[in-house]
């Protein structure tokens, strides 16, 4: 089993729909978690850190289930600039930067 | 503007040849590290620093180099490149061990 796995999609959805990602982890000891974003072919980008409490920015909620072992991203009204890769983050726990884990991310297609 | 900067973006080589890709950061970040991203692996560490002079592996090293003589800098030195380190190469510093990382814009490599 990954460490980390994504459904790598893609998901393709029209405009104002919401949609919803999940990433899974295998390490219980997992400390933080990041949402990044991906553009084709470019650096990827901080969405959002994921906090125990959840977290919401605009459109874009994050979510962590530390007893199932995942975090979530929800995107509501779905625009055309939302296409992208998202990439789950996870760090296992602290003072291990040199084991931070990527997922391979999820494709996201956003249509009109 | 804060940043992170690599070069070149594209460097096309053939087996064997020297090359270093260059990365620079202006944030005072302590941690700095390198990652290579092939499809459906997701991102993969190399290398990381912890600060000036202190460098360790990730978990693809094989095959290459860093050094860390400067805290802004942090060169990936590929000795004698081999068509399997074709890829997207990132650079990415970070504050802190659990700090978000921000990336470079990337170096496509293509080694023939």
């Known amino acids: 089993r990954k460490e980390v796995e994504q459904d790598p999609g893609p998901f393709n959805v029209p405009e104002g729909a919401t949609v919803a990602f999940n990433c899974t982890y295998s390490?219980?000891?997992?400390?933080?978690f990041f949402w990044y974003r991906q553009d084709c072919r470019k650096e990827p980008k901080l969405l959002m850190s994921?906090?125990?409490s959840g977290n919401e920015d605009g459109r874009f909620t994050a979510q962590l289930n530390r007893a199932s072992q995942y975090i979530s991203l929800l995107i509501r009204d779905s625009k055309l600039s939302d296409s992208a890769t998202y990439l789950c983050?996870?760090?296992?726990?602290?003072?291990?930067?040199?084991?931070?884990?990527f997922g391979a991310g999820t494709r996201l297609a956003v249509h009109p | 503007e804060a940043q992170v900067t690599q070069n070149p973006r594209y460097l096309i080589t053939v087996t064997g040849k020297k090359l270093t890709v260059t990365c620079s950061q202006n944030?005072?970040?302590?941690?700095m590290s390198w990652y290579r991203q092939d499809p459906g692996l997701g991102l993969r560490q190399i290398y990381y620093?912890?600060?000036?002079?202190?460098?360790d592996k990730g978990d693809v090293p094989e095959g290459y180099k860093v050094s860390r003589k400067e805290k802004r800098n942090f060169p990936l030195i590929l000795e004698s490149p081999s068509p399997n380190q074709t890829s997207l190469y990132f650079c990415?510093?970070?504050?802190?061990?659990?700090?978000?990382?921000?990336f470079g814009n990337g170096t496509r490599l293509t080694v023939t």
């Open positions: 990415a510093s970070s504050l802190s061990e659990d700090s978000p990382l921000h």
């Open positions: 390490n219980s000891a997992s400390q933080s």
């Open positions: 994921v906090y125990s």
């Open positions: 983050v996870v760090i296992p726990f602290s003072g291990g930067y040199n084991k931070l884990i």
């Open positions: 944030m005072n970040h302590e941690y």
């Open positions: 620093s912890m600060n000036v002079e202190v460098t």
